[in-house]
């Protein structure tokens, strides 16, 4: 008998996983050299690292955006680990 994890099982099916069974995704960005220096020196000054800034910008700009077109706040709080 062989036990293999939901996690596995899901991955080798090339399936969603379950919410509860999801994690952070990595991108990759080209920004202008001014636009690093500005998140560069933000996230220095919040003590924070460049890209968890940068996650969170995205997350707030993507909720605007929704609240904008929806007309209505989102649920949640934005925030990021």
């Not at 996690?7 to 952070?24: G, K, M, Q, V, Y």
């Not at 969170?56 to 929704?66: D, K, P, S």
Request: charged share 20%.
């Amino acid at each position: 008998m062989v036990l293999t994890s939901p996690i596995a099982d899901a991955t080798r099916r090339s399936e969603p996983l379950a919410p509860s069974f999801r994690s952070p995704r990595r991108v990759t960005v080209t920004l202008p050299q001014q636009t690093y220096e500005q998140l560069l020196q933000r996230s220095d000054c919040e003590g924070r690292s460049l890209s968890n800034l940068a996650a969170f910008l995205l997350e707030m700009g993507l909720r605007q955006t929704l609240e904008t077109a929806s007309g209505s706040p989102l649920q949640g709080s934005g925030k990021t680990s």
